[in-house]
Nanobody
Framework: QVQLVESGGGLVQPGGSLRLSCTAS????????MAWYRQAPGKQRELVAA???????NHVPAVRGRFTISRDNAKNTVYLQMNNLKPEDTAVYYC??????????WGQGTQVTVSS
């Protein structure tokens, strides 16, 4: 079994920054992808950024240049540094660990609100 614990959400003004963290514990496989998704009210959950254990990285166009995903494999932790936040970034952010045939896991979500 795997557990994901997220932290770092909150209320921030437009143009501000936040850093999200997610730590995985339990039976962690060597090959995996850790990612951040978000879900705004009334919308589907969408991918924000992903990073494999061997360094392959993807940021969706809406956040490219503003958000940066990173990870510390030794700590089984993934981070999302969010800069120049916009009101449209308001959502619940979810951490995901995809271990392919060994399971797909989600965190409980953390609220990010961008408002003046």
């Amino acid at each position: 079994q795997v557990q994901l614990v997220e932290s770092g959400g909150g209320l921030v003004q437009p143009g501000g920054s936040l850093r999200l963290s997610c730590t995985a514990s339990g039976n962690i496989a060597g090959g995996n992808i850790m990612a951040w998704y978000r879900q705004a009210p009334g919308k589907q959950r969408e991918l924000v950024a992903a990073k494999s254990n061997d360094g392959l990285t993807n940021h969706v166009p809406a956040v490219r240049g503003r958000f940066t995903i990173s990870r510390d494999n030794a700590k089984n932790t993934v981070y999302l540094q969010m800069n120049n936040l916009k009101p449209e970034d308001t959502a619940v952010y979810y951490c995901n660990l995809n271990q392919f045939s060994k399971g797909d896991y989600w965190g409980q979500g953390t609220q990010v609100t961008v408002s003046s």
